[in-house]
Nanobody, 116 residues
Framework: QVQLVESGGGLVQPGGSLRLSCQAS????????VAWFRQGPGKEREEVIG????????YYTNAVKGRFTISRDTANNLLYLQMNSLKPEDTGVYYCYALFLGVENWGQGTQVTVSS
């Protein structure tokens, strides 16, 4: 089991950028499939970007293609989400996620609001 804590959310204008961080503890993320989810107002939670545990490739929804990147700092047990060219529809609560041995682990979420 791993504990996850997100940070870096906030208010940003359309077209701006944010970088979210997910600090993991209790276990190394090296063994986990990792991803970022989000839940916008009135919407279901959706997976937006992740790293395959099979080959290490990144996968993502078309809504964030070319704008979001995911990265992992294994030495410090951190997961990042770099968000560029933000749009109002990117607004929502963002969660980091880690899966290992069939057990899902979630962070508490961090609010991202894109508005002028």
């Amino acid at each position: 089991q791993v504990q996850l804590v997100e940070s870096g959310g906030g208010l940003v204008q359309p077209g701006g950028s944010l970088r979210l961080s997910c600090q993991a503890s209790g276990s190394t993320l090296n063994y986990y499939q990792v991803a970022w989810f989000r839940q916008g107002p009135g919407k279901e939670r959706e997976e937006v970007i992740g790293i395959s545990h099979l080959d290490g490739n990144t996968y993502y929804t078309n809504a964030v293609k070319g704008r979001f990147t995911i990265s992992r700092d294994t030495a410090n047990n951190l997961l990042y989400l770099q968000m560029n060219s933000l749009k109002p529809e990117d607004t929502g609560v963002y969660y980091c996620y880690a899966l290992f041995l069939g057990v899902e682990n979630w962070g508490q979420g961090t609010q991202v609001t894109v508005s002028s």
